[in-house]
C-alpha cells in the first residue's frame, strides 16, 4: 500500500502540520527560512509527525493543538539531524536533491540546523508541558549521542560487531521514533500502560525502519531512494547486511573487505566488489529477517490497544516500513 | 581588577557548576564525553554562568539548585555554539589551544556540539520551569541566528552596515548575556521589574563584550586572546573597527579594502595594511568608546538594586569587560 493511502486518514492534520513548521521557521534572518524551507520541502515522508498523529489518534484523541505542535517539533529535530549529517557524510545527495551543503557550504548548514532545533524545542514548549519537553529533548540527545557512536564506528575502519550496530541503529533513529508514541500516548493523556505500548511500538518500528535503510543501501537504485547504492560502504560505514556477510565469508573474503575498510584511497570501484558479497552471504535477506521481527514486535505491542482506524493505520504504516523500496 | 578576584564572592558555587557540568556531559559514548570535557576544560572564564549566579545574589538569593542547573546549562550552550564556530571558521587555534574541530574533524564537533545543547536543555528541565526553558531556547535560538546572519554577511565579502554589525552582536553574544540576567532573576523569584533590569544588564554587558572582542581581534596578540590577530578579516568578518575606519578612509583607501575582501586568494599579508588603516582612522579606539556607553548603561540597570557584595561584583564585571587584555 502507498504511504500516502496510510496516511490519508490523518491527512488534515498533516497538512496543518506544514503550516505550522512553515509558520516557525520563518526568521528575520532570511537564509535561516529559505535554507530551512528548502531542506523540509525536498519531499520527506513525514513519518515522525505520522506516527505521532496516529498514536494519539489510537488513544482517542483526534484533535487539539499540542498533537501538532509536538509533530511539527519532531519534524523539525529529524530534519535538523539530517542537516548535520550531511556535513558529516559529504554527501551530496539528500533524497534525490542537492544537499544543502553543496548549495550553502557546511558552515551554514550547521547553523541552520542549530537554528530549527532551537525553534522545535520553542514549539514543544508551546504545548506546556514539562513531561513532553523532557521526553522530546532526551531523544535529541540520544539521538546525537548515536550519530557520534556512528562516526566513531566509521573511524575505526574496521569491523564492527552486531551490538555497536543496534546501539547506534537505537540512538541514531529508533529513540526519535519511540518519542513519537510516547508524546501522541501523553498529549491524548492514556495512561501508563498505553503510553508503554506506544512507545514499544515505535521503537520497534524504528529499528526496522533502519534496518531497511540498510539493507536498501545495498540493493536500491539510485532513482528510487534518492541517493547512491553504496554510500554508507564509501562513507567506511559497517552495517548488518555486511556484519552478517562477513560471518560467513572466508577468511580471504573478509581480509578483502577489511583492506577496502582501512585503504582511504580505497576507489568507488571496490564497492561493487563487496555488494557481491553480501549479496552471496545473504546480508541483505538476513537484515530483512530481522527487521521484520521488530516489526512483528510492533503490531504486537499494538494489540493491547482499542481498534479504530488510527490503529488501522499504524499497522499498515508497519507493513510499509518493512515493504518499501525507497 | 583579577577576573577571578571579581567573581571570588561566588567561587564555591561555580567550583559546583563546574561538578555539575561534569556530570551532565558523561555518555555512554566515551568520546561525546571526552571532547565536551577537552573544550570545556580549554579554560573559558565561565562569564555566563558568573553573571547568572551573581544576578540572583543581587536579588538575595545565594543558595539553591537551579541557580547551578541553569548556570551550567548556559555554559554548556555556549561551549556548543564554539563547536560549531570552530566548524564554520576553520579556526585552527580556540583559547590558545588546538580547536576540537583540528583534533577531532568537522563531523563529531559538530555533533558532540548537538549532544552538549541537548544535555544542557535537559539540566534547564530540571529546573522544572516553564519559564525558563522558554527564555532559554529563545535565546538559542536567537544565537544560532546570529550566527547564520554573520556567515551571510562575511559570505557578501563587501562592506557591511553598522546596523547589520549591530544586529549580530546582539542576536549571537548578547541575547545569551541578556537571558542569564533574567534567568537569575527568575530563579530569584524577583519582580517584574528587576527582571527587565537585569536582563537590561546582561544585554548591555553582552554587546560591550562582543564590541571589545572584535576591537581585540585588532590589537591583541596572539599569546594574550589565545588566537592570531586579524582573524576576523582572514575570514572576511567586517566588524566595528572597520566599520568606522572605512567611514573616514579615503577613496582609493576603501577601494583597497574591498578588493582584498572580494578575493578569495588574498594572502596573510594584506591584513597588516588593513589593520594599519584601521588604527589610522581610530577604528578601534572609535568602538572602545561605544562599548564603553553600552557599559555605561549597564551599570545604570544595576542602580535600581538594592546593594549588596553581588551587585558590587556585577559592577566590576562590568568594568572588567572593557578592561579586558584577552
Request: contains cysteine; proline residues 2%.
Amino acid at each position: 500500500m502507498d504511504f500516502s493511502n496510510i496516511i490519508g486518514v490523518i491527512a488534515t492534520d498533516l497538512e496543518e502540520v506544514e503550516r505550522v513548521i512553515d509558520e516557525n521557521i520563518k526568521s528575520p534572518v532570511s537564509l535561516a527560512y529559505e535554507i530551512s524551507k528548502y531542506i523540509l520541502g525536498s519531499g520527506g515522508k513525514r513519518l515522525r509527525p505520522s506516527v505521532l498523529i496516529l498514536c494519539s489518534g489510537v488513544c482517542g484523541l483526534d484533535n487539539g493543538r499540542n498533537r501538532i505542535s509536538s509533530a511539527a517539533a519532531l519534524e523539525l529535530i529529524h530534519t535538523a539531524s539530517l542537516l548535520h549529517d550531511d556535513v558529516i557524510d559529504h554527501a551530496n545527495l539528500r533524497r534525490g536533491k542537492t544537499s544543502s551543503n553543496i548549495m550553502w557550504g557546511n558552515q551554514v548548514s550547521v547553523l541552520v540546523g542549530d537554528f530549527m532545533l532551537s525553534r522545535a524545542l520553542q514549539l514543544v514548549q508551546s504545548c506546556e508541558s514539562l513531561e513532553l519537553m523532557k521526553i522530546i529533548t532526551e531523544a535529541t540527545a540520544r539521538l546525537a549521542e548515536g550519530q557520534v557512536l556512528e562516526v566513531m564506528s566509521s573511524m575505526a575502519k574496521s569491523e564492527v560487531s552486531e551490538e555497536i550496530c543496534f546501539g547506534i541503529i537505537k540512538f541514531k533513529t529508533a529513540s526519535l521514533l519511540e518519542s513519537c508514541g510516547v508524546v501522541g500516548a501523553i498529549i491524548a493523556a492514556a495512561s501508563e500502560k498505553t503510553k508503554n505500548f506506544l512507545g514499544a511500538f515505535g521503537l520497534n518500528v524504528g529499528i526496522a525502519f533502519q534496518l531497511i535503510d540498510d539493507a536498501l543501501d545495498y540493493t536500491a537504485d539510485e532513482k528510487e531512494i534518492g541517493k547512491g547504492v553504496g554510500q554508507d560502504l564509501i562513507e567506511k560505514k559497517v552495517t548488518l547486511p555486511l556484519v552478517y556477510a562477513l560471518r560467513e565469508a572466508s577468511d580471504v573474503e573478509r581480509s578483502y573487505v577489511l583492506k577496502i575498510l582501512q585503504d582511504d584511497n580505497s576507489t568507488d570501484g571496490d564497492i561493487p566488489l563487496i555488494i557481491e558479497l553480501v549479496d552471496k552471504y545473504e546480508g541483505v535477506n538476513r537484515t530483512r529477517a530481522i527487521a521484520k521481527g521488530y516489526i512483528e514486535k510492533a503490531k504486537e505491542a499494538l494489540e493491547h490497544l482499542p481498534q479504530n482506524k488510527y490503529k488501522t493505520a499504524l499497522n499498515l504504516l508497519a507493513d510499509y516500513i518493512l515493504e518499501r523500496k525507497s
